[in-house]
């Protein structure tokens, strides 16, 4: 079929995958060796998932954690197998890269927008990867009680936000002499939790649906919201030194709505779900329905300048509610199972753990600000778990620990801050540093902090309460 | 989580993705709105597939056929919605590209590298669509009975490239007076059968494990490998005027050694599989392997200059005579699901219906010719049927017709001898008009000739022997 990979090495001529009017461009010219870049990547993906993902098992840690390691392995920091070119890397550097090379005799300028083209493709599965885990996350969970823990979630989510705002900006400011905006800007690089790496931790612990379980994920949607919110302000106050009230008001109106609308239309929706997937009489009569809805939502979350994994989560929930969804769940297991390792890999990937070198004196200057900020990082969501009212019995701990890992949400901050000019070299590492060691933490941590399973995860239904704290007994396996 | 696209909307500064480094690129600044670009396609692409199929199905035709004309509708040919720069369009062109710079406020250059990038993405995700489509033949496939038709399935292929490639250059020699290079072109372009559309027609009518879907599927895979052969022959000639016979050496040699390598290491393979599987204790224990062992053949098949597809669907004969095959059967099929169409659809889409327009001159001249090519291509292929040898009461107008399609490659065969200069606009234009009948007549032409479906697709075992010709009684539904 596609026959264009033999025509470049034949003949050197143009070939477009399905060339209508017949105007190759160097993209299209390309796309086979594109395609052979794709499936390597996810050969070595797939391979480092399992591998890393099966000895984090047998050592009793959770999967996600092995494969967030092993994806560091192949990535920046290690093998140079999965690499992107954002991190100032070029086709020379990436060995898949130097594969296709000898492979088909590239030529430099072929071989960096062939890098540059799957690495693209890599990096939207990898989107795609963590779209699809929020729709499963959102598919598990249950609505009426995400409702019922709603203010308690608000409530970990705002204290979450501030604790560790208001600690870092003021210890920066204090301890380190950090000027005022600088500081800020770290301070709120330290709110946002990661909502992929802690729901899927929840999910192998079987404690998504404990009361905890929907704490967390509840919090760390609203995080992730509050996070957006924050970026605008601390992003307009380092451009203009002003805060772009406009902007801000826009994005708290259109979440709130976007969050509360999906909900609120979800009830109808359903039905017409159950009623168009019954109609449909040709394969994926279920999951392709489903998944136009859940892109459908995961594309409106991006168009209004909220976020993508937002819409996905809402699609989940609302389809939580639909008869097909035990069908769904089933149908959905093995899309995610082979879609999700590609986003952790290349987030492991991606962290460059260079910036833990005391040898370069920036790091050196930056580690001290680290451990600062590790500790308030920390502490900071740690103490969320305490302002849970009503709820005696919960595991406070665990809760605080669900709300700790950062993820891209950090870099990101850290990012802006660097390319805006107010971070200082320093300050920006001990960012990065903070992520990447909150990221890998919290996985152990949120196993410690809910003791044993109580059931193997994915089967059945989790235990509910499951105290490790407040000395009462544990329900024994 | 990614927080980069209210970044750029909110800052204009360089944002990407997961910044270790921060050396942000174009391309990592415009990804969130790649990803946006990517969801919206995907909403379009599922609707249009499954209205198409649904619609289809309605009026009993394939399915498939149905998602192909839905991909005409979205196309180049109509609404525009799902369109590629290969055809020399550009993002202004463009629906969803419209959307994004209405959301998004782009520069012209930044939309054209958006463009790019998406289109390069959902090109990429459609060719893993038609690798995982004959990972699935393959997988419903049955080794023994392939190896059983084995040389029925060869001489099939045999007579179906030799007979139109013959009559095809002969009659554009003597009819139409082309010159001899530009003629054996374009009996080349006659050649190769399209086995995605062929196979999946097959499946939809549950003919698929019938002796006539097996040696259609057999002939087919082997006309794949013929077609390449073909085509460098063809190329040299068209380039140096003489044939790289080292090359063709090659490439014959690969391919048998690729594929009967691949079934008997298979056998040992089988094994090793089920141990692996067995061992694996985390999420995606079938999936993820059978998935590293498909994309590893299919980067294989790639990478010696062959086919992606064709290494997917070794992979898949392999695995069907695993003890896992039921389990993965059931697995591979949402994630089929989910992928398999966006090809289908694309190569809808990528089909410019403008070439059958006759008040354009150049169209004129080519559609007497494209009149007697469609005669050469469908008579070229059903003739194919009365070569097979001892099967008695075997269904001969369903294998020749199952051959007609010729997809995609045909028209990259246009695409190298238009980039050439060795074709005329009216012969390449007929070439095109010819490979877009023949994929569009043959789901319905195959329907008819094999009758009524005996049962449902997917579900059970088809029946074997269902004479249409020959006067037999049929066997009852």
């Not at 995400?146 to 208001?166: D, M, R, S």
């Amino acid at each position: 079929m596609f026959l264009n990979h033999t025509i470049t090495a034949l003949t050197g001529m143009t070939s477009p995958l399905f060339p209508s009017p017949l105007l190759a461009t160097v993209e299209a010219e390309n796309s086979p060796i594109v395609l052979t870049g794709v499936l390597l990547s996810l050969v070595i993906i797939y391979l480092a998932s399992k591998i890393g993902a099966e000895i984090a098992k047998r050592l009793d840690f959770p999967p996600v954690l092995g494969e967030l390691v092993a994806g560091v392995i192949v990535g920046v920091s290690a093998l140079h197998l999965i690499i992107f070119p954002e991190s100032g890397l070029s086709a020379s550097d990436s060995v898949v890269m130097t594969i296709l090379e000898w492979i088909n005799h590239l030529s430099p300028a072929a071989a960096t927008s062939i890098f540059e083209s799957q690495s693209e493709v890599i990096s939207v599965l990898a989107e795609l990867g963590v779209i699809i885990l929020l729709f499963e996350i959102g598919l598990e969970s249950d609505l009426r009680q995400l409702k019922e823990v709603g203010y308690q979630a608000t409530i970990v989510a705002c204290v979450g936000v501030a604790v560790p705002f208001a600690a870092g900006t003021v210890g920066l400011m204090t301890l380190f002499h950090v000027p005022a905006i600088p500081a800020i800007f770290a301070g709120a690089a330290l709110t946002a939790t990661s909502i992929g790496i802690t729901s899927k931790v929840l999910s192998e612990l079987g404690q998504l649906k404990s009361k905890e379980g929907q704490i967390i994920v509840g919090a760390a949607v609203i995080d992730d919201v509050l996070g957006i919110i924050v970026l605008a302000v601390v992003a307009s106050l380092a451009k203009t030194g002003e805060i772009d009230v406009t902007n801000v008001i826009y994005l708290i109106v259109s979440a709130t709505a976007f969050l509360i609308g999906s909900i609120l239309l979800g009830g109808i929706f359903n039905k017409t779900f159950e009623r168009i997937v019954n109609q449909l009489k040709t394969r994926g009569n279920i999951v392709i329905p489903a998944f136009i809805f859940a892109y459908f939502m995961a594309f409106l979350g991006n168009a209004i300048h909220l976020e993508a994994i937002l819409g996905a989560f809402a699609a989940g929930l609302v389809l939580d509610e639909s008869d097909a969804r035990n069908e769904l769940d089933e149908l959905v297991k093995p899309v995610a199972d082979l879609v999700v390792p590609i986003f952790f890999v290349t987030v492991g990937a991606r962290a460059d753990l260079g910036v833990l070198n005391p040898t370069v004196p920036e790091n050196r200057a930056g580690l001290s600000i680290a451990v600062f900020l590790m500790v308030v990082a920390i502490v900071g969501k740690i103490v969320t778990g305490w302002s849970v009212f009503g709820q005696p019995g919960i595991n406070r701990l665990a809760i605080g620990v669900g709300m700790i890992p950062r993820g891209e949400v950090g870099l990101v901050f850290a990012g802006i801050g660097s390319a805006s000019g107010v971070l200082s070299k320093p300050l920006e590492v001990s960012i990065i540093i903070m992520v990447i060691l909150t990221t890998f933490l919290a996985p152990p941590f949120l196993r410690l902090a809910f003791g044993e399973p109580v059931e193997p995860p994915s089967t059945g239904e989790p235990a509910r309460e499951q105290p490790v704290l407040g000395g009462e007994s544990q329900p024994t396996p």
